[in-house]
């Protein structure tokens, strides 16, 4: 565990096709630490993106305590009991530590019977009405697609896992009674 004196950094090791954080100076880095970025990042020092080679099963099983202070990871994120999720960006600043979950969504691949940008609207206000904090109210982007980002803090000594679980199953929750209502008003139109 890094203290706050140390000068260690969050490094990867690739065993066996699994890939893990470290904390051993020795590996090689895959943090950038520039003041040009670090404004962008939520005045993050220790920025930490993964490509699709390095995502969320690397570094799940941690403790927000055994992330190092002023650090920002991004990766991806699949989550098979909210699947809509697909990144995951957290922020550890000042010992307080934000999770942001991106829930995604695609025209192509849209097949329900609700129309698309009814449906993230009407999520985006549940969320932000069960207490998760999201940013504005999302819109369809180039009629493509809707992301929809919130936003949890959580303690430091729960492991990254249990956070996530936790609200991808509140997220998945809220997700099928909006869908539910907005069916159910849809088949009261069409009477």
Same mark, same amino acid.
């Given at each position: 565990?890094?203290?706050?004196?140390?000068k260690?950094?969050?490094?990867?090791?690739?065993?066996?096709?699994?890939? !893990?954080?470290?904390?051993?100076?020795?590996?090689?880095?895959?943090?950038?630490?520039?003041?040009?970025?670090?404004?962008?990042?939520?005045?993050?020092?220790?920025?930490?993106?993964?490509?699709?080679?390095?995502n969320?099963?690397?570094?799940?099983?941690?403790?927000?305590q055994?992330?190092?202070?002023?650090?920002?990871?991004?990766?991806?994120?699949?989550?098979?009991?909210?699947?809509? +999720?697909?990144?995951?960006?957290?922020?550890?600043?000042?010992?307080?530590?934000?999770?942001?979950? +991106?829930?995604? !969504?695609f025209?192509?691949?849209?097949?329900?019977? +609700?129309?698309?940008?009814?449906?993230?609207?009407?999520?985006?206000?549940?969320?932000?009405?069960?207490? !998760?904090?999201?940013?504005?109210?999302?819109?369809?982007?180039?009629?493509?697609?809707?992301?929809?980002?919130?936003?949890? !803090?959580?303690?430091?000594?729960?492991?990254?896992?249990?956070?996530?679980?936790?609200?991808?199953?509140?997220?998945?929750?809220?997700?099928?009674? +909006?869908?539910?209502?907005?069916?159910?008003?849809?088949?009261?139109?069409?009477?």
């Amino acid at each position: 565990m890094l203290n706050a004196n140390s000068k260690m950094k969050p490094l990867i090791i690739k065993k066996d096709d699994n890939y !893990f954080l470290s904390w051993n100076d020795e590996l090689i880095r895959i943090l950038t630490s520039s003041q040009d970025n670090s404004r962008h990042y939520g005045g993050a020092t220790y920025i930490i993106e993964f490509d699709n080679q390095f995502n969320y099963e690397a570094f799940k099983h941690l403790t927000g305590q055994e992330l190092p202070d002023n650090s920002y990871i991004s990766s991806d994120c699949r989550i098979s009991s909210y699947k809509p +999720v697909s990144f995951l960006h957290i922020t550890k600043i000042n010992n307080s530590i934000s999770y942001n979950l +991106v829930i995604s !969504f695609f025209m192509g691949e849209w097949k329900e019977n +609700v129309h698309l940008n009814k449906f993230c609207e009407k999520l985006w206000e549940s969320f932000t009405l069960s207490g !998760f904090i999201t940013e504005s109210k999302p819109e369809m982007e180039e009629h493509v697609y809707c992301h929809i980002p919130v936003t949890i !803090f959580q303690p430091l000594n729960k492991r990254i896992q249990d956070v996530v679980e936790e609200a991808c199953a509140l997220l998945n929750e809220i997700h099928l009674s +909006v869908f539910k209502k907005l069916c159910i008003e849809k088949a009261k139109i069409k009477r």
